[in-house]
């Protein structure tokens, strides 16, 4: 027993553990990358960039559906463009190790490196664990081409704080310039991160500008560049064309008690769904918080002093104004994509919170330090354990990899693909679906998971192949 004790105490050998965690992880998702295959809206955008050409296809989107700017140039890159279905796979996997690398580089900087390497690594991989576990969606989040703006904006976005962190507070004009140039890619990407990101540097420039007296020129400029570009993306031709398209035809759409109610009453139901795994989180947290007030000097950690009153009030508030836009502009709650994105910016936010109310409370000798969960730290363990056997996300992507269900769909669609694509007439009798793996599929209630767009029957589909599909 004293040898199992000692060997567990070593860091390298912790170190080893998070590895070999991380491995598990993510070994079914990015097993289950090799049997995907473009779906929906992947064939609209293939399409519209043969027709239009690459450039073309960002002006056109622009005047008349979309004002995501980079979000648009994400899209635009589908491999089917250039006759490649290997792309779909290929790309998953990246997007998931690029999500480990930010998210590590992210948790580097949270912890001004100050803690042992697995301390840091746990700190990824529990971020990492509860992300995937709360996120609404995996295949639109991870393995829908299409929808790669919002994921990768998640990922760009914890390179930003991670760079931020590491730089501040001695920021020169390099790395505002930097940041800012961050921003705007990443404002471009969606309306989420647009949100967050216009509503957070404004309230970095204004409160410090009070704090400190004086005003912040270099946190002006940062909240002046998210603003303009804010405005650039809302005001974009193509959002205003695509709310009066008739796809939306209810007259609640613009109902301000309407929006400002339902807005309310969404933020409080989605948040109360991750509140069991945020505070099991936060136990762990609060450990690796007290470690970090215990090692610091003097210039360590400037970005945790904040009020926490204040730091959770524009976290609420961000958090709210999240819904606000959906209901707003269509009158209804946010698809599971943006749901997605709302969840990776409650756990982010929240995680910043606990860091800034621990160093509150330490700071003012409010409470003791605690290093260990000691008792509590197998009930910590035996929470996340059980939420990995009994969560959807994690049963369904094993399941769709153990049964075969993932390799059955690809090759299904393989065939589908070389029936439409031999057969000659303008119409074509096409077998339905018969495994539908939920981890890798956009399930919609359609007629045809794998075809259907998300805006018109089979549209994007029958577009792209230039037949009239009938499911028999």
């Given at each position: 027993m004293?040898?199992?004790?000692?060997?567990?105490?070593?860091p390298?050998?912790r170190?080893?553990?998070?590895i070999?965690?991380?491995?598990i992880?993510?070994?079914?998702f990015?097993?289950?990358?090799?049997?995907?295959?473009?779906t929906?809206?992947?064939?609209?955008?293939?399409?519209?960039v043969?027709?239009?050409?690459?450039w073309?296809?960002?002006?056109?989107?622009?005047?008349?559906?979309?004002?995501?700017y980079?979000?648009?140039?994400?899209?635009?890159?589908?491999?089917?463009?250039y006759?490649?279905?290997?792309?779909?796979?290929?790309?998953?996997?990246v997007?998931?190790?690029?999500y480990?690398?930010?998210?590590?580089?992210?948790?580097?900087?949270l912890?001004?490196n100050?803690?042992?390497a697995?301390?840091?690594?746990?700190?990824?991989?529990?971020?990492?664990f509860?992300?995937?576990a709360?996120i609404?969606?995996v295949?639109?989040y991870?393995?829908?081409?299409?929808?790669?703006?919002?994921?990768?904006a998640?990922?760009?976005?914890?390179?930003?704080?991670?760079?931020?962190?590491?730089?501040?507070?001695?920021l020169?004009d390099?790395?505002?310039?930097i940041?800012?140039?961050?921003?705007?890619?990443l404002?471009?990407m969606n309306?989420?991160?647009?949100?967050?990101?216009?509503?957070?540097?404004?309230?970095?420039?204004?409160?410090?500008?009070?704090?400190?007296?004086?005003?912040?020129l270099?946190?002006?400029?940062?909240?002046?560049?998210?603003l303009?570009?804010?405005v650039?993306?809302?005001?974009?031709p193509?959002?205003?064309?695509?709310?009066?398209s008739?796809?939306?035809?209810?007259?609640?759409?613009y109902?301000?008690?309407f929006?400002?109610?339902?807005?309310?009453?969404?933020?409080?139901?989605?948040?109360?769904?991750?509140?069991?795994?945020?505070?099991?989180?936060?136990?762990?947290?609060?450990?690796?918080a007290?470690l970090?007030?215990?090692?610091?000097t003097?210039?360590?950690?400037r970005?945790?002093?904040?009020?926490p009153?204040?730091?959770?009030?524009?976290?609420?508030?961000?958090?709210?104004?999240?819904?606000f836009?959906?209901?707003w502009?269509?009158?209804?709650?946010?698809n599971?994509?943006?749901?997605c994105?709302?969840?990776f910016?409650?756990?982010?936010?929240?995680?910043?919170?606990?860091?800034?109310?621990?160093?509150?409370?330490?700071?003012?000798?409010?409470?003791?330090?605690?290093?260990?969960l000691?008792?509590?730290?197998?009930?910590?363990?035996?929470?996340?354990?059980s939420?990995?056997?009994?969560?959807?996300?994690?049963?369904?992507a094993?399941?769709?990899?153990?049964?075969?269900?993932?390799?059955?769909?690809?090759?299904?669609?393989?065939?589908?693909?070389?029936?439409?694509?031999?057969?000659?007439?303008p119409?074509?009798y096409?077998?339905?679906?018969?495994?539908?793996?939920?981890?890798?599929?956009i399930?919609?209630g359609?007629?045809?998971?794998?075809?259907?767009?998300v805006?018109?029957n089979?549209?994007?589909?029958?577009?792209y192949?230039?037949?009239k599909?009938?499911?028999?």
């Amino acid at each position: 027993m004293t040898h199992y004790t000692s060997w567990f105490n070593n860091p390298e050998n912790r170190l080893k553990l998070l590895i070999l965690a991380f491995v598990i992880l993510l070994l079914p998702f990015i097993a289950l990358s090799f049997f995907t295959f473009p779906t929906t809206d992947d064939y609209c955008h293939t399409l519209a960039v043969k027709d239009m050409g690459y450039w073309g296809y960002q002006q056109e989107y622009w005047k008349t559906w979309s004002g995501r700017y980079i979000g648009t140039l994400i899209s635009a890159t589908q491999p089917l463009a250039y006759d490649s279905y290997l792309g779909y796979k290929i790309a998953p996997i990246v997007i998931i190790l690029l999500y480990v690398h930010a998210l590590l580089t992210f948790a580097r900087a949270l912890t001004g490196n100050k803690l042992p390497a697995w301390q840091t690594a746990l700190l990824a991989f529990l971020l990492l664990f509860v992300l995937i576990a709360e996120i609404p969606m995996v295949s639109g989040y991870f393995y829908w081409y299409t929808g790669y703006y919002y994921t990768i904006a998640d990922i760009g976005t914890l390179y930003l704080f991670a760079f931020l962190f590491r730089n501040y507070p001695n920021l020169s004009d390099k790395h505002i310039a930097i940041i800012c140039f961050g921003m705007i890619l990443l404002i471009g990407m969606n309306e989420y991160t647009l949100v967050w990101l216009v509503i957070l540097s404004g309230a970095l420039f204004f409160f410090n500008s009070i704090i400190t007296k004086k005003l912040q020129l270099k946190l002006l400029i940062m909240s002046i560049v998210a603003l303009t570009f804010g405005v650039l993306s809302v005001t974009a031709p193509g959002n205003a064309a695509r709310a009066e398209s008739g796809l939306y035809p209810t007259p609640l759409k613009y109902n301000l008690l309407f929006s400002l109610k339902n807005s309310l009453a969404w933020q409080i139901h989605n948040f109360s769904k991750m509140a069991p795994a945020l505070c099991v989180l936060t136990l762990v947290l609060i450990p690796i918080a007290c470690l970090l007030f215990k090692a610091k000097t003097k210039d360590d950690f400037r970005f945790f002093s904040v009020n926490p009153a204040l730091s959770i009030l524009i976290f609420a508030t961000c958090l709210y104004l999240s819904y606000f836009p959906s209901y707003w502009s269509i009158a209804e709650p946010p698809n599971l994509r943006g749901q997605c994105l709302i969840n990776f910016w409650t756990l982010i936010g929240w995680t910043y919170n606990v860091f800034v109310l621990i160093f509150w409370v330490l700071e003012r000798g409010k409470m003791a330090i605690v290093t260990t969960l000691g008792p509590l730290g197998w009930v910590v363990g035996l929470y996340f354990f059980s939420l990995y056997a009994s969560n959807f996300n994690y049963r369904s992507a094993w399941s769709d990899l153990l049964t075969g269900r993932a390799a059955r769909f690809n090759r299904e669609m393989h065939e589908r693909t070389a029936l439409v694509l031999s057969t000659k007439e303008p119409q074509v009798y096409v077998p339905k679906l018969k495994n539908v793996p939920y981890t890798i599929l956009i399930v919609n209630g359609l007629s045809d998971p794998a075809w259907a767009s998300v805006e018109v029957n089979n549209g994007c589909a029958e577009w792209y192949f230039k037949k009239k599909f009938f499911y028999k």
